[in-house]
T-cell receptor, first 112, second 116 residues
Framework: QKEVEQDPGPLSVPEGAIVSLNCTYSNSAFQYFMWYRQYSRKGPELLMYTYSSGNKEDGRFTAQVDKSSKYISLFIRDSQPSDSATYLCAMSLTGGGNKLTFGTGTQLKVEL | GAVVSQHPSWVICKSGTSVKIECRSLDFQATTMFWYRQFPKQSLMLMATSNEGSKATYEQGVEKDKFLINHASLTLSTLTVTSAHPEDSSFYIC????????????FGPGTRLLVL
């Protein structure tokens, strides 16, 4: 069993839809949770960073962490074609500047 | 802010040669740099962690004599793939963290290596 599980997709939605991306994990010691966006043949770009449980909102993006269920989510509102990318969840025991464990990534396509 | 560059962006080499990839933090001092490799449609796999002035810490299964990492300054780390073989063909990505464990990692654009 992988430490972090993420549905690889692909996930296809119409423009304007609300997108829900999820990861589950097995190590209850993870404290820091991140979402990265990666366009094809590019390095990952940090979208959201949260510590412990709770919600965090930034523009069209909302990250949720439920440590009791070992489940994290990223919601994208009013999705745009430019959101088409692979979304990677990542988590760390001791902070985002230390070793990260990544999910496999979910490929998202937002269609016109 | 927090820009990380990599050079070269892509490289093609013959089997048996060595290839050096540079990773630079352009606008901050990177106390820690990380090297990842990524195969098509797969996630990032951490190869090693390096702190400035110290030997790199390699993940299990990564050959330290094959993947040489040097972190000589707070803005530069290099990965040298020695005696490259076709199975080393991959997308190599570095990241840098400037604030210790509490910060975040900023990723470079990646280097695509093709070994013929």
């Amino acid at each position: 069993q992988k430490e972090v599980e993420q549905d690889p997709g692909p996930l296809s939605v119409p423009e304007g839809a609300i997108v829900s991306l999820n990861c589950t994990y097995s190590n209850s010691a993870f404290q820091y949770f991140m979402w990265y966006r990666q366009y094809s043949r590019k390095g990952p770009e940090l979208l959201m960073y949260t510590y412990s449980s709770g919600n965090k909102e930034d523009g069209r993006f909302t990250a949720q962490v439920d440590k009791s269920s070992k489940y994290i989510s990223l919601f994208i509102r009013d999705s745009q074609p430019s959101d088409s990318a692979t979304y990677l969840c990542a988590m760390s025991l001791t902070g985002g500047g230390n070793k990260l464990t990544f999910g496999t990534g979910t490929q998202l396509k937002v269609e016109l | 802010g927090a820009v990380v560059s990599q050079h070269p962006s892509w490289v093609i080499c013959k089997s048996g040669t060595s290839v050096k990839i540079e990773c630079r933090s352009l606008d901050f001092q990177a106390t820690t740099m990380f090297w990842y490799r990524q195969f098509p449609k797969q996630s990032l796999m951490l190869m090693a962690t390096s702190n400035e002035g110290s030997k790199a810490t390699y993940e299990q299964g990564v050959e330290k004599d094959k993947f040489l990492i040097n972190h000589a300054s707070l803005t530069l780390s290099t990965l040298t793939v020695t005696s490259a073989h076709p199975e080393d063909s991959s997308f190599y990505i570095c990241s840098a963290s400037g604030t210790g464990g509490w910060g975040t990692q900023y990723f470079g654009p990646g280097t695509r290596l093709l070994v013929l």
